[in-house]
């Protein structure tokens, strides 16, 4: 489980998120939605330790890992996606999977995440000598997942993971998500301003909006009607 206690995070004077209170589980899909620029992103960045809360406690599996540098964070199993999926576009496919291997807490052989990651996204079995630049945008963006899950995360945050992405591919992302959740048993924090889309592929869900949680739920029980109050422009 992942717990935030009242975290309150921004950047330098500009407080973006106040007195955020989560608790993420691990073997379920949880998405955070909220309009474009409520703060989803600097929430990623604060769980995953690139910004430093003003104030509040992170914990994880129960431990207080507020003060905890990233690469830390991501060999104790927080792995992370951006938005606009920053793959290394001069490096080869395969190249790209293994530097996401280097989030083991230990050394391991490659050969068999490797094949688990090639059996998930069989495209980037089939391009694993092209460059990454080389990819469509789908292509990158499964890339940019694989990546992350070669660290062996036990929570994978996908900041946007289908955005700007054609049908078809957002299929196949949706489709992803749910094997990675319900096969690999990894907890996803899916960030997402469609509220369909994410809840098509989420167990429970956070809305944020005036930079603090104002609804959170099981998506079974959600109220569409009120949900959409907080998303629409
Ligand atoms: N590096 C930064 N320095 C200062 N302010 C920033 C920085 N990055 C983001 N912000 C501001 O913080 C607020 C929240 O931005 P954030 O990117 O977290 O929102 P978001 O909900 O992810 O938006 P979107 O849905 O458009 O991706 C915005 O007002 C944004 O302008």
């Known amino acids: 489980m992942l717990c935030l206690r009242n975290v309150t995070a921004g950047y330098d004077e500009s407080v973006v998120l106040g007195q955020v209170r989560m608790d993420i589980p691990l073997s379920r899909v949880t998405a955070v939605l909220g309009r474009n620029g409520v703060g989803k992103t600097t929430l990623m960045k604060t769980i995953i330790g690139l910004i430093r809360p003003m104030s509040g406690v992170i914990e994880w599996e129960g431990e207080d890992i507020t003060r905890w540098p990233p690469e830390r964070r991501a060999r104790a199993g927080i792995g992370y996606v951006p938005q606009g999926r920053e793959i290394f576009s001069a490096l080869t496919v395969e190249e790209n ?137």
């Open 97 to 233: 999977l293994l530097l996401g291997l280097e989030a083991q807490a230990e050394n391991v052989r490659p050969q068999p995440i490797l094949e688990e990651i090639y059996a998930l996204f069989p495209v980037l079995k089939e391009m694993r000598q092209r460059k990454g630049g080389d990819l469509s945008g789908g292509q990158q963006q499964q890339l940019a997942i694989a990546r992350a899950l070669a660290g062996e995360p036990k929570l994978l945050l996908l900041d946007e993971p289908m955005e700007g992405i054609q049908p078809s591919i957002v299929e196949l992302i949706h489709d992803v998500i749910m094997k990675i959740a319900e096969e690999k048993q990894v907890g996803i924090v899916l960030v997402e301003h469609n509220v369909e889309l994410a809840f098509s592929c989420a167990d429970h869900f956070y809305i944020l909006d005036g930079g603090t949680v104002v609804a959170k739920g099981d998506v079974d029980e959600a109220d569409l009607t009120y949900i959409q109050s907080f998303l629409a422009v």
